[in-house]
């Protein structure tokens, strides 16, 4: 099973601000990460696959990079709306599929 | 536009049963693989099924191999998940989540359904 770990485990960053997180896994999973996020009460919503793919809908401020074990995703101008927690994920070895365990990012 | 609507969760007794649907709309349900994750109050995201657009290939998380069984109705545009053996850590809630065609990360998911399990 493929580990992967997130950090920091919170981000506190000011409106406005860059918010850099990042993504590792144990071994290479190529391009196949996605990025999620996540608001309180709410379900998940997909911003990044491909490792650097936006999805459908999702701002520009919002950029995906990596590959093999080291991943980032960069909040260029964190909104108001930005502050949520966000996983990272690897679709390259399944099953299972596996998440990072999660940043938060939350206002300075 | 996709919508996923998970129904079914409660409190239940540890060791009874229990079953979940997605009910999805929006998309051609009977062409893609639907997965459903699982988090904890508090925790994180946790796969815990897959089962392919077609009803014949499914995968399990060790966490829940023998206990838990994935089906689905195409005709129905319903997704499903029988919950047998339940343990208080299948705490959670429940989402559905439909695969995305290309390449097999979520591209939609439900709201979520809570479980409990307590005595």
């Known amino acids: 099973e493929i580990v992967m770990t997130q950090s920091p485990a919170t981000l506190s960053v000011s409106p406005g601000e860059r918010a850099t997180l990042s993504c590792r896994a144990s071994?290479?999973?190529?391009?196949?990460l996605a990025w999620y996020q996540q608001k309180p009460g709410q379900a998940p919503r997909l911003l990044i696959y491909?490792?650097?793919t936006r999805a459908t809908g999702i701002p520009v401020r919002f950029s995906g990079s990596g590959s093999g074990t080291e991943f980032t995703l960069t909040i260029s101008s964190l909104q108001s709306e930005d502050f949520a927690v966000y996983y990272c994920?690897?679709?390259?070895?399944?099953?299972?599929?596996?998440f990072g365990q999660g940043t938060k990012v939350e206002i300075k | 536009q996709v919508q996923l609507v998970e129904s079914g969760g409660g409190v239940v007794q540890p060791g009874r049963s229990l079953r979940l649907s997605c009910a999805a709309a929006?998309?051609?349900?009977?062409?893609?693989?639907m997965h459903w994750v699982r988090q904890a109050p508090g925790k994180g995201l946790e796969w815990v099924t897959v089962?392919?657009?077609?009803?014949?290939?499914?995968y399990y998380a060790d966490s829940v191999m023998g206990r838990f069984t994935v089906s689905r109705d195409n005709s129905k545009n319903t997704l499903y998940l029988q919950m047998n053996s339940l343990r208080p850590e299948d705490t959670a809630v429940y989402y559905c989540?439909?695969?995305?065609?290309?390449?097999?990360?979520?591209?939609?998911w439900g709201q979520g359904t809570l479980v409990t399990v307590s005595s």
């Open positions: 989540a439909k695969q995305f065609a290309v390449t097999p990360h979520f591209d939609y």
């Open positions: 929006g998309f051609s349900f009977s062409t893609y693989d």
């Open positions: 089962i392919s657009y077609d009803g014949r290939n499914k």
């Open positions: 071994q290479s999973v190529s391009s196949n």
């Open positions: 491909g490792a650097s």
């Open positions: 994920q690897q679709y390259n070895n399944w099953p299972p599929w596996t």
